[in-house]
């Protein structure tokens, strides 16, 4: 699957950005499309994912205040960020799992600043 990430920017904390990952393929046909993200200096960490069934789940840290879905018209996965914090700040990359295959987009980049 080939995925295009876009959307990132500056912003400043409590601000809210969208990002989108664009698919090669049907996103309601692949198993898992997950929103990870890597701040300077550290690993890169799972935020966000949506089964292939709707079925969501968030980091801790994003709960009530990120919100992925799918966009059937433009066949995406988007990222709703809402309230960012200066530790939302890093790039994002989208990633795909499709019958055991496991593809990452390019990375967008968010800043939020204080």
């Known amino acids: 699957v080939q995925l295009q990430a876009s959307g990132g920017g500056s912003v400043q904390a409590g601000g809210s950005l969208t990002l989108s990952c664009a698919a090669s393929?049907?996103?309601?046909?692949?198993?898992?499309m997950e929103w990870h993200r890597q701040a300077p200096g550290k690993e890169r960490e799972l935020v966000a994912s949506?089964?292939?069934?709707?079925?969501?789940s968030y980091r801790e840290s994003v709960k009530g205040r990120f919100t992925i879905a799918r966009d059937a018209a433009k066949n995406t996965v988007d990222l709703q960020m809402n309230n960012l914090k200066p530790e939302d700040t890093g790039v994002y990359y989208c990633?795909?799992?499709?019958?055991?295959?496991?593809?990452w987009g390019q990375g967008t980049l968010v800043t939020v600043s204080s």
């Open positions: 990633h795909s799992v499709l019958l055991g295959r496991n593809d």
């Open positions: 393929r049907s996103v309601f046909n692949i198993n898992v």
């Open positions: 949506i089964g292939i069934g709707g079925d969501t």
